[in-house]
């Protein structure tokens, strides 16, 4: 199947500090990739959609100053969390769509996620 | 907007009992609804969609545009099933709406 692989896996950081959270496709080409978030015991959130060289599409209620999102390449989406405090701490998980014919049509592949706490 | 409902957090049966997980969604025009699975310790993957109208691991999900629902069933239940299930919506693209999600614990 389609593999999607986050990095890392989980990072402690102190508050007003910077993060930076990868996700790759690693044998799938994908010109958009998501961004989720998951408040424990509670369901995904999509933040933003992805897409290759182009900005960031932003859900209502998230601030893009504060989650950027780059998507330099086909592979690799990162998403950076900037000045970061405690409140950010929680599980952000990303996603990918292969191109269409491959898979199922519309079938995600999530990667498994980056447990963020924030000191 | 688009809406999706799993009034259930935790669903617990016993081995071999039937397993309904309900779900019901909001969605003014025509969905693409799935249920997604997480496995203890592993990453969500997709389990059945709904324009497959196939049974994956003994699990089958029928969409009732009459009542708005995608309840997904399994007539005998396993202890591997044992699981968080999310029933997922799409109204078109990629972008994916989740229910709140239910914890489905198999006993023996």
């Known amino acids: 199947g389609a593999v999607v692989s986050q990095h890392p896996s989980w990072v402690i950081c102190k508050s007003g500090t910077s993060v930076k959270i990868e996700c790759r496709s690693l044998?799938?080409?994908?010109?958009?990739m998501f961004w989720y978030r998951q408040f424990p015991k509670q369901s995904l959130m999509l933040m933003a959609t992805s897409n290759e060289g182009s900005k960031a599409t932003y859900e209502q209620g998230v601030e893009k100053d504060k989650f950027l999102i780059n998507h330099a390449s086909l592979t690799l989406s990162t998403l950076t969390v900037t000045s970061a405090h405690p409140e950010d701490s929680s599980f952000y998980i990303c996603?990918?769509?292969?191109?269409?014919?491959?898979?199922?049509?519309?079938?995600?592949?999530f990667g498994p996620g980056t447990r963020l706490t924030v000191l | 907007a688009q809406r999706v409902t799993q009034p259930e957090k935790l669903l617990s049966v016993f081995k071999g009992a039937p397993v309904e997980l309900k779900c019901n969604y909001s969605y003014s025009g025509s969905p693409e609804l799935f249920w997604y699975v997480q496995y203890s310790r592993q990453r969500l993957q997709l389990l059945l969609r709904h324009i497959s109208r196939e049974s994956i691991k003994g699990f089958t999900a029928d969409l009732n545009k009459g009542e708005t629902s995608f309840h997904l069933k399994k007539p005998f239940a396993q202890e591997e099933d044992s699981a968080m299930y999310y029933c997922v919506l799409t109204g078109g693209g990629n972008k994916l709406t989740f229910g709140t999600g239910t914890q489905l614990k198999v006993e023996l």
């Open positions: 996603s990918a769509t292969p191109p269409g014919g491959r898979f199922t049509y519309n079938e995600q592949f």
């Open positions: 044998d799938f080409q994908a010109t958009t």
